[in-house]
């Protein structure tokens, strides 16, 4: 072999041997392995929601001037829109903050008692606003159907409006207007399936290794019950419809509000 000859075979083995050209990537901070390790998913944390519902009522306990307990109480059924702000903690674990408008139902009870200044029938409306705050347990976050459990804690104000009191003589009166507010809880079970999936992009330098990030707009059925717990609240005073203007009791209350809604609403993931 030449002397030309063995230093063209020792110079091609000084560069195939290199560290430079041996593993290129290394330039990059990482192998070209490396470079093609799957793409780790990382969601979005942050979401909106808006929801309607409709919630029924159980019988509530009324009574008036402390001491006359109202038969036949109901409270009639309520419709109710609202939404909120919400983030991921984790694939599972998720909480929110919303606030909800029940329209104004119908209220009514029977006070029976011969005792009582003006027995005959209450009817007066109520309405109420309800803030909470809420955590859910999401089964099956990244699938198309997720069933998820959730509690919540926050406050209600109550208002009703005037109403009346009618009696089978002929007599009546008119009930103030009040408001108060009251701790709220709910418990709720439903499930998300998932109208809309979120466009993905790569984020991260070669050294690192690729990431796939959601890049949101993801957008959410959401169906579910939930069981509200209200709390309780007060009319305004009892009047006579006559004459005299005869205060008849300080404030019926209305106690025990409790609601049993179907809710329906859309959530939209944002990044």
């Given amino acids: 072999m030449s002397i030309k000859r063995a230093a063209l075979v020792l110079g091609l083995a000084i560069v195939a041997g290199a560290p430079g050209t041996a593993n290129a ?44 307990d109202l038969t036949n109480t109901e409270i009639d059924g309520a419709w109710s829109i609202g939404g909120g702000i919400g983030r991921y903690f984790t694939d599972t674990i998720r909480a929110d903050v919303t606030y909800d408008h029940r329209f104004e139902a119908d209220a009514k009870g029977d006070l029976a008692d011969n005792y009582a200044t003006l027995p005959g029938t209450r009817s007066f409306g109520l309405e109420s606003d309800v803030v909470l705050v809420n955590a859910y347990y999401d089964f099956n976050r990244n699938g198309r159907f997720n069933p998820y459990l959730g509690l919540g804690l926050g406050v209600v104000y109550h208002q009703t409006t005037e109403g009346t009191v009618s009696d089978d003589c002929g007599c009546t009166g008119t009930i103030a207007e009040g408001s108060s507010t009251h701790v709220a809880g709910a418990v709720m079970a439903g499930f998300t399936a998932k109208l809309r999936g979120g466009e993905t992009m790569s984020a991260g330098g070669i050294k690192d290794g690729p990431v796939a990030v959601s890049a949101g707009r993801n957008l959410y059925l959401d169906v579910g019950y939930r069981f509200l717990y209200l709390g309780e609240t007060a009319t305004g005073e009892v009047t006579m419809n006559d004459a005299t203007g005869t205060q008849v009791s300080r404030d019926p209350t209305v106690e025990d509000i409790h609601a049993h809604e179907v809710r329906v609403g859309l959530r939209y993931d944002l990044r």
């Fill in 25 to 68: 990537a290394d330039l990059y901070g990482g192998s070209i392995k490396d470079s093609y390790e799957p793409m780790a998913a990382v969601g979005p944390s942050i979401y909106l929601r808006i929801d309607g519902s409709y919630g029924g009522h159980d019988e509530p306990v009324m009574v008036e001037d402390g001491i006359y």
